[in-house]
C-alpha cells in the first residue's frame, strides 16, 4: 500500500477539464535554465527525458529542444487529455500512468 492516503485516488483529483486548465494557466512553469543546468550536468543532450507528474505538461514543454523524445506521464486522465490538446510538438507524447509503476 502506498504511504499517501486519502479518500480521494489521486487520479481523481483533477476530473474535469476546467480545472485541468486552470492548473495549467495559474502553474508556475519550469524555468529553461533549470532544463539547461540538467543537460549540462548530464554531459549531453538525453534521448528520452521522462516526466513523471507532468499534470497538464505545464512544464514538459519546457524540455523541448533539449531532447530527441519527451515522455509527460500523469495518474489524471483528464491532465493527460487537457496536455495532449494544448500541447502538440512531434517531439513530445502523453500518457497516463502512475509512477509506482513504471
Known amino acids: 500500500m502506498s504511504t499517501y492516503e486519502s ?17 495549467a494557466k495559474y502553474r508556475p512553469k519550469l524555468p529553461v535554465q533549470h532544463v539547461k ?9 538525453p534521448e528520452v527525458w521522462l516526466d513523471v507528474g507532468c499534470g497538464p505538461g505545464t512544464s514538459t514543454q519546457q524540455m523541448i529542444g ?10 489524471s486522465d483528464t491532465q ?12 513530445i507524447s502523453f500518457v497516463q500512468g502512475s509512477c509506482e509503476k513504471l
Open 66 to 75: 533539449h531532447a530527441e523524445k519527451i515522455l509527460g506521464v500523469d495518474i
Open 7 to 23: 479518500k480521494t485516488d489521486a487520479k481523481d483529483l483533477f476530473v474535469g477539464s476546467d480545472l485541468s486548465e486552470r492548473y
Open 37 to 45: 543546468t540538467i543537460v549540462e550536468l548530464l554531459g549531453r543532450r
Open 80 to 91: 493527460v487529455e487537457v496536455a495532449n490538446k494544448t500541447i502538440q510538438h512531434p517531439s
